[in-house]
């Protein structure tokens, strides 16, 4: 997969976060299917190819591996994406909160807490 362009002018744009929930299930799936290669002829050395045959072994170890390591790094590319919400989820996120006074009190209070967050790591650094 070629590396994403570095672009640090005007024009750009994070990737989205099914960007990179796609992006973290095909490096799982390509992590998934070596681990599933080197597990999978280790078994067939040891333990023989069985009943199903060499090629039918080997697959199934292959493509086990990468749908559980594909599953797994999309599902922790998009929890640990740090990057802030887009322009369109921050307007939607304002026009609910205007709409529920409920909401906006959460809204609020959790921009309290992150700005509290943010001057303990500023006291914690200095």
Do not use: C
């Amino acid at each position: 997969m070629p590396p994403v362009p570095q672009n640090h002018g005007h024009g750009f744009e994070p990737p989205s976060i099914w960007q990179k929930m796609k992006m973290g299930a095909l490096m799982g799936g390509g992590v998934g299917l070596t681990i599933g290669f080197i597990f999978g002829s280790w078994s067939i050395i040891r333990h023989g190819a069985g009943p199903r045959g060499l090629m039918a072994t080997l697959s199934q170890y292959m493509l086990s591996s990468a749908a559980t390591f594909s599953f797994f790094l999309s599902i922790g590319s998009v929890i640990r994406s740090d990057s802030p919400l887009s322009i369109q989820m921050q307007a939607m996120q304002h026009q609910l909160a205007a709409s529920n006074p409920h909401i906006r009190s959460k809204l609020v209070s959790a921009q309290i807490i992150r700005a509290r967050w943010q001057q303990e790591k500023y006291h914690a650094e200095n």
